[in-house]
């Protein structure tokens, strides 16, 4: 049995954040924290594989939430559940790992179903990208057209990953219509920054091309492995924006979207693209050599933000390259504290 009861007291709003110990998660307890909230911290790994740990008002707990039971103690006293927790990595992880990825669909229903039991009054759950019907994403280059909400249907997702996530959207939207549960989701678009995943197998096209340029120069080899042709197309979010996104997403008035919503940059780039902003931080130039055959998603993939504009007034504005600066200085600091 948790004991949430003795950590939780007091009459300051008390958040839920299911994975925690992650990338996302780990930033939006820093600004839940700031914001004076008391937070529980809930994670599969162990503490010290969490991505950041902040200051003790955190609280923190290692469970496995595909468990209802875990999933009941840990909704008691809450009034918002913020649901992050899910196994998941980049294009690598997901095209490889499809039913591992389809099982944390078990998180997001008993995060609901005991929310819902325990009175959580706000549910929010980080649906992605990967939701978007594959047909309307088979442009590369600079020729793609930005993917509005509505375009997940009819349904084509990513197989395994976006299953998942776009099964866990309508469980949210079907507790919303007959529970009353206040669910938000918000469709996340390669969200990226310091304290990300950068090495292991599960990192992100940003992170994994950093961290390559980064061995490149110090390794002295002046070759980067490219996975595809280098011309698919993304748009790519930096961790404060999306911060800033959910947190305001959260602030809107009841069930006011009940539809998901992107939260994604708008500046489109290709892959190729991404690498020459890498080297032009790192000041090297690197021959390409691209694997063709490896995994690489839809050939494109922008964020339409017509919807987040009119509910909240804002979009995600930090530019690729000054996201990029940031994330390539933390990774290299990373790099060589492992490394020596
Ligand atoms: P992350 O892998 O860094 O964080 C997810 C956390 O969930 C991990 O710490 C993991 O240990 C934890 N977790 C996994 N299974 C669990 C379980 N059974 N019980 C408890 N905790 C468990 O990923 P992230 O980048 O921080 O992503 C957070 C959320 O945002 C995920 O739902 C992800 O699908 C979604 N998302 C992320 C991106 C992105 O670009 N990072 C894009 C789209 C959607």
Known sequence: MIDTDIHLKGHKMRALVAGAGGFIGGH????????????????IKPIEDWHQVH???????????????YCNEVTKNIDECY???????????????????????????????????????????????????ADKQIKDGYD????KESDAYPAMPEDGYGWEKLFSERMCRHFTEDFNLDTRVARFHNVYGPYGT????????????????????????NEIEIWGDGNQARTFT???????????LMKLEKNN??????????????????VSIVEEIAGITLDRNYILDAPKGVPGRSSNNNLIKEK???EPSVSLKQGMEETYKWIEQEYDRNTL
């Open 28 to 43: 939006l307890v820093k600004s839940l924290l700031d914001d004076g909230y008391e937070v529980l911290g809930v994670d």
């Open 55 to 69: 200051d003790n008002s955190l609280n923190i707990y290692n469970t496995d939430l595909r468990s209802i039971y």
């Open 83 to 133: 649901n992050l927790a899910c196994d998941m990595g980049g294009m690598g992880f997901i095209e490889n790992n499809k039913a591992q990825c389809m099982i944390s669909v078990l998180i997001n229903t008993h995060l609901l179903i005991s929310g819902t039991t325990n009175g959580v009054s706000k549910h929010f759950f980080s649906s992605s990208a990967c939701v978007y019907a």
């Open 144 to 147: 793609v057209s930005p993917l």
């Open 198 to 221: 950068w090495t292991g197998g599960r990192e992100k096209a940003p992170a994994a091309i950093c961290r390559k340029v980064i061995e490149a120069k110090k390794n002295g080899t």
């Open 238 to 248: 930096y961790i404060t924006d999306c911060i800033y996104g959910i947190r305001q």
């Open 257 to 274: 979207p009940i539809e998901p919503i992107n939260i994604g940059s708008s500046e489109l780039v290709t892959i190729n693209d991404l």
């Open 312 to 314: 909240l007034g804002w």
